[in-house]
C-alpha cells in the first residue's frame, strides 16, 4: 500500500522567500507530525496534528513557521522569509489512532537556502 | 522534561564483530523507548520497541530502568547494517523525543 509521501523532494529557494512542503500521510492516520533533520542535530519535533483537535505547535522554531492540515488529512508546512538555518530536512510522519503507535515516515524534503 | 542521549555520533567496526549503540534517557515516569533506523537514501523507519521485546534484525535492546538506558546490541555485525540509528522516547504526551543519531558503519 501507499505510505506517507512528501513533496517536493527537493526544493532550493532564495534567502526571503516563502516556501509550502506538502506532506500525504497513510489513508486513515489521523495522527501527522512533522520534523526537521539537521546534521549532527538528530529529529527535532515541530508540529502535530491529531483528528480535528488543535495542533501542537509548540516545537515551531519561529514565527515564520506555520502548518495546516486540511480536511484531517493532507498537511502543508509553510516557511516564511526563508534563512539559511532552516536548511534541512522536513520530514513528515503519520500514525494511527492516537499517535501511540508506530510512527511511518516520509521521504522527507531538503530544504537548501541560499 | 524528556531527554534522550546517544553518546556516539559515530560507530566502526568490522563485520563479524558485536556492537552496541548506546541510549541513556531522562524521564521521570515510565517512558516508552523505540530504535528507528535510517538506511542509506531509504525512509526513517522503526527497528525495535521495547514493549514488544523482539529480535529484529538480530537487534536486540533491553530497558533498564536503573540506569535508565536502551541501548542497541548485536552480537555480529553485518556490512548491512550500516545505517543512522535513532533511539527514541514517548513519555506522558504524544511527542517523542528523538536522540540526535548514531551513525554506524560497518566494515568488510
Known amino acids: 500500500g501507499a505510505g506517507v509521501s512528501q513533496s517536493p523532494s527537493n526544493k532550493v529557494t532564495e534567502k526571503g522567500k516563502d516556501v509550502e512542503l506538502r506532506c500525504d500521510p497513510i489513508?486513515?492516520?489521523?495522527?501527522l507530525y512533522w520534523y526537521r533533520q539537521s546534521l549532527g542535530q538528530g529529529l527535532e519535533f515541530l508540529i502535530y496534528?491529531?483528528?480535528?483537535?488543535?495542533?501542537?505547535k509548540s516545537g515551531l522554531p519561529s514565527d515564520r513557521f506555520s502548518a495546516e492540515r486540511t480536511g484531517g488529512s493532507v498537511s502543508t508546512l509553510t516557511i516564511q522569509r526563508t534563512q539559511q538555518e532552516d536548511s534541512a530536512v522536513y520530514l513528515c510522519a503519520s500514525s494511527s489512532g492516537t499517535g501511540l503507535g508506530e510512527q511511518y515516515f516520509g521521504p522527507g524534503t531538503r530544504l537548501t537556502v541560499t | 522534561a524528556q531527554r534522550v542521549t546517544q553518546p556516539e555520533k559515530l560507530l566502526s567496526v568490522f563485520k563479524g564483530a558485536p556492537v552496541e549503540l548506546k541510549c541513556n534517557y531522562s524521564y521521570s515516569g515510565s517512558p516508552e523507548l523505540f530504535w528507528y533506523v535510517q538506511y542509506s537514501r531509504q525512509r526513517l523507519q522503526l527497528l525495535l520497541r521495547h514493549i514488544s521485546r523482539e529480535s529484529i534484525k538480530g537487534f536486540t535492546a533491553d530497558l533498564n530502568k536503573g540506569e535508565t538506558s536502551f541501548h542497541l546490541k548485536k552480537p555480529f555485525a553485518q556490512e548491512e547494517d550500516s545505517a543512522m540509528y535513532y533511539c527514541a522516547l514517548r513519555g506522558g504526551s504524544y511527542i517523542p523525543t528523538f536522540g540526535r543519531g548514531t551513525s554506524l558503519i560497518v566494515h568488510p
Open positions: 496534528f491529531q483528528g480535528n483537535s488543535a495542533p501542537d
Open positions: 489513508s486513515g492516520h489521523t495522527a
